[in-house]
């Protein structure tokens, strides 16, 4: 694996960062598909191996590998003019590489791993026969590239290499052949699944980092690249080719200074770091033998066919502390995006979990897999916790994402060695963004363990035809139901506490419903009223619509979540969306957000929530039917207020769910996002880490280390900066700098 401190190999190549997001791609294959058909998909899928297509190039696909399947012409102009494809100029197009890297993964899923190689023989044959005076010489030649990768991985990589050394001139400071440079770096882009199979995996391996780097050189420029190579000189040596890395050290701009520059900010980053963890560092008063599983996938990052990821595994009550890393196969995980897309739209139960499991024993395959690349093992270090801690639900499974990529997973679909589903056995939740939020998540610090809470139900009853969404929502029949139940449950709660201390507190508990909104005003305008002068607002469930709308902008789908309310008297539904109303709930305090919601069934929109600084946030991958809501909600609060734990009170709730409904889905839909990297697990026996009194400690240390350096001023501004990105605070005052970092909240 490679040192994560080489940013120049370690990233993801800035040729990637210019295709569409894998996710996003998988979105287009899916609607290309539900528009125009599995016939049209499977042409696309075929046509999608040379990367740039001439309608008579697509043409003589379709008749040599689809002749026979009744696909109307059609087809190949749909394909041609649709989202999956740009025009080039002079009738050419080419497939968008992240979509091009789809359709790919779905050609071999559907007509086997031989078939891209029999499409590479036939482009092979048609560059040979056919007059090409329309094809530019490099596309041509990155057409031919591209073939050989499928049937010749070695032949094309000594090809490539003497194409790269030829590129490069003897003299130092002469210009180099920027052209063929650049055409090289795409094609270890394009080409990155086959060549990955040569037998000649160290050149293979210089290749790819030569790539990274000349796509860094000619895209971002070289000041970054004269720093890494002076500050790591050894560790570049050995991963870049010998033709690459001399003529790189040979240019004017790289010298010693940079080199010595670098070790010193390296120093003062490692005493500083030394400096947190003797603040930080405490010792935890005897608690239950409990632990956490920390599985990080980060799909931004790629290296030649490998996804690396990364596993933390931390005991509490005893003493096991163990990480590593994990090694996923890239193709495997865009197959998984594309099965979790169906997952959402199967309503056959039966065809559902077939699926479902199929996605779950994939992804155990690669996280449980020993891979002879890696020394740790996942596998072993999770059986010997498990061991420790005697009960699977004593293990609480957080997956850590990183990347919009990942999301696209239904990563608690995870099964067991017994082909069972984890996410009946233990608890598990997810963290995205930042790991650091304040307030906490509920139940996670002592206040809110010992209340009193308040809690908020929102009873949003909006229908028809919403503008900024384009969508024509219809009536939600039980929400008075739902709401109903909560509120009675809530008050018992709140009168059973005034005889028993041991139970959590709870203080002002309100419903807002359409009734108590004043006739002239909005009822979002009244929401907010109530979140910023009646809070704080611990616990917030929102009843209603929530829509995550996707739309184009520019070249890119983007996504954006919307609660929908109520309009006035006679006016449409109003649309608010998720970043202004998450800075009313951070302004009251919020720990906790239920969405009970039809169209809030997207993670997605969780995730936006997670994003926008919600510390917790529990939403549905996919509708819900209005009895599964009302008995998911409350078999939800029971559990959750006697555990006093989010994370087990969504086992208890699935297991009871597919105990009462087994031929429902519901039981699954449930998602739970945490922002709690690092914050211990809450017991009834033993209180828990105070990350508020951490956070201060940590920045107590690292300003007072930085007053005694020269550069103290400038670092803790930068270092101030950074804690105001992560941490939510309205506003952060770095103007005193008197050995404390003052933070200011309004």
């Not at 980053?269 to 599983?293: F, R, W, Y």
């Not at 909104?517 to 009223?529: G, Q, R, T, Y």
């Amino acid at each position: 694996m490679n040192n994560p401190a080489l940013s120049l190999t370690s990233g993801i190549s800035l040729i990637r960062r210019r295709w569409l997001a894998p996710k996003q791609a998988v979105d287009e294959c899916v609607a290309f598909e539900r528009r125009f058909g599995p016939p049209h998909l499977r042409l696309a899928c075929h046509a999608a191996l040379p990367g740039i297509l001439s309608p008579e190039l697509l043409n003589l696909i379709h008749l040599n590998f689809l002749g026979n399947e009744q696909i109307p012409w059609i087809a190949e102009a749909d394909f041609l003019l649709s989202r999956l494809c740009r025009p080039l100029g002079d009738g050419l197009y080419e497939v968008e590489p992240g979509v091009r890297e789809v359709l790919l993964v779905e050609l071999e899923n559907q007509f086997g791993w031989e078939r891209p190689a029999e499409v590479a023989r036939f482009l092979v044959c048609y560059l040979t026969d056919r007059p090409h005076h329309w094809l530019p010489p490099e596309r041509r030649q990155l057409l031919g590239w591209i073939a050989q990768a499928y049937l010749n991985p070695d032949r094309l990589l000594a090809e490539v290499k003497a194409t790269l050394e030829k590129s490069l001139p003897p003299e130092p400071g002469a210009a180099a052949d920027m052209a063929s440079q650049l055409q090289v770096a795409t094609l270890v882009e394009l080409a990155a699944e086959p060549l990955a199979q040569t037998e000649l995996q160290e050149d293979y391996q210089h290749l790819l980092h030569d790539s990274h780097v000349l796509a860094q050189y000619w895209y971002g420029g070289d000041e970054t690249i004269s720093q890494e190579l002076a500050a790591h000189p050894e560790e570049y040596g050995d991963l870049l080719s010998p033709a690459l890395h001399n003529w790189l050290r040979a240019r004017p701009s790289l010298g010693m200074e940079v080199e010595e520059q670098v070790v010193g900010v390296q120093e003062t980053s490692q005493e500083v770091d030394e400096a947190v963890i003797k603040k930080i560092t405490k010792k935890m008063g005897p608690v239950n033998k409990l632990a956490t599983v920390e599985i990080t996938i980060n799909l931004d990052t790629r290296v030649g066919q490998f996804v690396p990821g990364s596993y933390s595994i931390k005991g509490y009550g005893f003493n096991y502390r163990d990480s590593g890393e994990l090694l996923l196969d890239y193709d495997t995980l865009l197959k998984l995006i594309m099965k979790s897309k169906r997952l959402g739209n199967l309503d056959n139960v039966s065809q559902w979990e077939d699926l479902m499991h199929e996605v779950g024993t994939t992804l155990g395959e690669q996280i449980y897999q020993e891979k002879l690349r890696l020394k740790q093992s996942f596998k072993k270090s999770f059986e010997k916790v498990l061991l420790q801690v005697g009960d699977i639900e004593n293990l609480r499974i957080r997956f850590m994402i990183k990347g919009d990529y990942a999301q696209g997973i239904i990563l608690e679909a995870l099964t067991t060695a017994e082909k069972k589903f984890l996410m009946m056995q233990a608890p598990i939740s997810y963290q995205v963004g930042s790991s650091y939020t304040r307030p906490f998540p509920l139940f996670l610090d002592p206040d809110t363990r010992k209340g009193p809470l308040n809690c908020l139900i929102i009873e949003a009853d909006a229908s028809g035809f919403v503008e900024e969404t384009n969508q024509d929502l219809g009536q939600l029949d039980n929400l008075r139901d739902e709401t109903d139940w909560l509120l009675h449950y809530l008050e018992k709660l709140q009168q059973a506490a005034l005889t028993d201390e041991e139970a959590t507190q709870l203080g002002h508990i309100l419903r807002l419903t359409s009734q108590e909104v004043p006739p002239e005003e909005k009822f979002s305008d009244h929401l907010i009223n109530i979140l910023s002068r009646s809070g704080p607002w611990h616990l917030v469930h929102f009843a209603g619509h929530s829509v995550y709308h996707k739309k184009i902008v520019g070249d890119e789908i983007k996504g954006e979540g919307y609660f929908i309310f109520p309009g006035l008297k006679g006016d449409p539904p109003q649309a608010l969306g998720v970043s202004k109303l998450s800075i009313e709930f951070r302004k009251a305090s919020t720990c906790f957000l239920y969405l009970s919601s039809c169209y809030g069934g997207c993670a997605e929109f969780a995730i936006e929530l997670a994003n926008n600084f919600i510390p917790a946030t529990l939403g549905f991958r996919w509708s819900v039917g209005d009895a599964n809501a009302l008995s998911h909600a409350r078999l939800f609060y029971q559990h959750l207020f006697h555990s006093k734990d989010l994370e087990y009170a969504l086992l208890k709730t699935r297991q009871e769910l597919y105990h009462e409904h087994p031929a429902d889905r519901g039981w699954a839909a449930a998602v739970l996002l945490q922002q709690l990297s690092g914050v211990a697990i809450p017991t009834p026996e033993s209180d828990i880490l105070t990350p508020n009194k951490e956070m201060e400690e940590c920045i107590q240390a690292i300003t007072h280390h930085l007053a005694t350096i020269e550069d103290g001023p400038e670092l803790l501004e930068a270092v101030a900066q950074e804690v105001a990105r992560l941490v939510p605070f309205d506003s952060f005052d770095v103007s005193v700098f008197s050995g404390d970092l003052q933070h200011v909240r309004r």
